[in-house]
């Protein structure tokens, strides 16, 4: 089972609607989580973090549920601009050698939404 | 304000042969990742850099990959005797510090392996 799995997507919607993604993650030792935007062909940009408490960025919703490992991001009022893949990403503390330990971003595969006029 | 950069951004390579990807991080971030993303896929982590000291190499594929940052700035990844499933887009990405800073990536270096 991969550590983050996303809804496969694609979707595609008209503008002005509301789209969810859903992301579900295995490792319980995750420390933070996001939202990363990857346009075609560009590299991925921190669209959101996602706090337990929920938190919302203009028409963009983020929600992380800790005890069932989920996470969600809403859009509202979807813009032709918001077509991207959109990067379910958890913070993983793991151990290293010599006694260290590194956060580590781990990816889901990344639902594509396209936005059409 | 610069950001990560990378070079070259295309590289084409024949099976067999070397290729040394560049990475140019923020100027100041002490953390440097490298990251692998086949086409349709998130991407993948393969090393992590504090300073000059590589602290987490558990995602190389292979011993044929090497990366170094011998002076805690400028990174290099290597990929020696490359091979067709190493085509990919390597991603680079550099953070203030450790921790849970925010990651920033530099465009990414695209290589077909023919």
């Known amino acids: 089972r991969k550590e983050v799995e996303q809804d496969p997507g694609p979707f595609n919607v008209p503008e002005g609607a509301t789209v969810a993604f859903n992301c579900t993650y295995s490792?319980?030792?995750?420390?933070?989580f996001f939202w990363y935007r990857q346009d075609c062909r560009k590299e991925p940009k921190l669209l959101m973090s996602v706090y337990s408490s929920g938190n919302e960025d203009g028409r963009f919703t983020a929600q992380l549920n800790r005890a069932s490992q989920y996470i969600s991001l809403l859009i509202r009022d979807s813009k032709l601009s918001d077509s991207a893949t959109y990067l379910c990403v958890v913070n993983i503390l793991s151990a290293i050698g010599g006694g260290g330990s590194n956060y580590k971003l781990t990816f889901g595969k990344g639902t594509l939404l396209t936005v059409n006029p | 304000g610069a950001g990560v950069s990378q070079s070259p951004r295309y590289k084409v390579a024949k099976r067999g042969q070397d290729v040394a990807l560049r990475c140019d991080p923020i100027?100041?971030?002490?953390?440097l990742f490298w990251y692998q993303q086949a086409l349709g896929q998130g991407p993948e982590f393969l090393t992590y850099f504090q300073n000059e000291a590589q602290l987490d190499k558990s995602g190389l594929p292979s011993d044929r990959f090497f990366a170094e940052r011998p002076e805690g700035s400028v990174s290099t990844l290597k990929i020696q005797r490359t091979q067709q499933e190493d085509s990919a887009v390597y991603l680079c990405a550099s953070s203030l510090r450790t921790g849970t800073y925010e990651q920033y990536f530099g465009p990414g270096t695209r290589l077909t392996v023919t």
């Open positions: 100027s100041g971030h002490v953390s």
């Open positions: 490792n319980s030792a995750s420390q933070s």
